[in-house]
């Protein structure tokens, strides 16, 4: 069974920065696509940046030049770093992962339990 744990969220004020985490463990071969979804009160998930094993990237208009998406394929971890936050950003943040189970190949998705993110003067 895989899992997958986010941290690094918390109350920052606009214009400050966060890191997230999420490491996956479990029976993992390997992980093609990461991601970052994110939730507000009221309204629907949505992909905030995801990345392949290859590389690629690709963003929300509305985070792009703010945040950077980037993974350790090695330790099957995937980061969000966060700048120049907005009171707009807040959210529960999920991490997502494409995983290639060890034992019965291409599973999932696969969800993490997600990390408040809170942007607030």
């Known amino acids: 069974q895989v899992q997958l744990v986010e941290s690094g969220g918390g109350l920052v004020q606009p214009g400050g920065s966060l890191r997230l985490s999420c490491a996956a463990s479990g029976s993992i071969f390997s992980i093609n696509t990461m991601g970052w979804y994110r939730q507000a009160p009221g309204k629907q998930r949505e992909l905030v940046a995801s990345?392949?094993?290859?590389?690629?990237?690709n963003y929300a208009d509305s985070v792009k030049g703010r945040f950077t998406i980037s993974r350790d394929s090695a330790k099957n971890t995937v980061y969000l770093q966060m700048n120049t936050l907005k009171p707009e950003d807040t959210a529960i943040y999920y991490c997502?992962?494409?995983?290639?189970?060890?034992?019965?190949?291409?599973?999932?998705?696969?969800w993490g339990q997600g990390t408040q993110v809170t942007v607030s003067s």
């Open positions: 997502n992962a494409d995983v290639i189970d060890g034992r019965w190949g291409p599973v999932g998705p696969y």
């Open positions: 990345i392949t094993k290859g590389g690629s990237t």
